[in-house]
């Protein structure tokens, strides 16, 4: 069955360390990869996107993700993540243009002041 | 403002009762879909709807049934024969066009008295 592997479930970081966030995932044909974030008492908010194109997808908030298909990987980084990037992340993957999402089990973000 | 409005934001509910939340858009999204979040499990599909008076089983249908009569409604009713329906629910919405990504609601938080 196709699954999402999210590596961390609870990273603390300092405010202006660097973030990396690993997601993986079991399907080898085509995919739609996403990252949501859910901050503290908000809803689900779409990250970023990749569908075709440019590996590399550029989202809001200064984050950006990495589509390496030899490592069936789509990880999230930031340079320098600040007090307000403390939340909840979500990788998700849709097989093909057209399936249903397919999410990890998130990883919790807590950055320190 | 376009957006996923689900209603009640709390829900509390007695042993064997159903119990139904409400899902509704005014993005003018074909697609609607529910979604169960517990800790530390991401977001699971319970249901979902590609098109009015369709829709079809996620991972984890069981004791969950839905309606779709409007496009714009998506109603999720938790019944009795859900064993542990304690969980925050999750509604979103997606064009059909491919490449498109699912938009949120706030969510519903459901507990048992």
């Known amino acids: 069955a196709q699954s999402v592997s999210q590596h961390n479930h609870h990273v603390i970081l300092s405010e202006a360390a660097s973030l990396e966030l690993g997601c993986n995932y079991s399907y080898g044909g085509t995919v739609n990869l996403f990252w949501y974030v859910q901050y503290p008492g908000q809803h689900l908010q779409l990250l970023l996107k990749?569908?075709?194109?440019?590996?590399l997808v550029k989202g809001i908030k200064g984050f950006e993700a990495e589509f390496i298909k030899s490592k069936f990987s789509f990880n999230l980084r930031k340079p320098s993540v600040q007090w307000s990037d403390t939340a909840e992340y979500f990788c998700a993957v849709k097989k093909g243009s057209q399936g249903n999402l397919i999410f990890g089990k998130g990883t919790k973000l807590s950055v320190k002041p | 403002d376009g957006g996923i409005t689900q209603s009640p934001k709390y829900l509390f509910r007695k042993e064997g009762q159903n119990v139904t939340l409400s899902c509704e858009q005014n993005l003018n999204h074909d697609a609607m879909y529910w979604y169960r979040q517990d800790p530390g499990q991401g977001l699971r599909l319970i249901y979902y709807?590609?098109?009015?008076?369709?829709?079809q089983k996620g991972d984890i249908a069981e004791g969950y049934s839905v309606s779709r009569e409007k496009k714009e409604s998506f109603p999720l009713t938790v019944t009795s024969a859900q064993k542990n329906p304690t969980a925050f629910y999750l509604c979103?919405?997606?064009?059909?066009?491919?490449?498109?990504?699912?938009?949120f609601g706030d969510g519903t938080r459901l507990s048992i008295l």
């Open positions: 979103a919405s997606s064009p059909r066009r491919i490449n498109q990504p699912q938009h």
């Open positions: 709807s590609q098109i009015v008076n369709d829709f």
């Open positions: 990749y569908f075709s194109g440019d590996p």
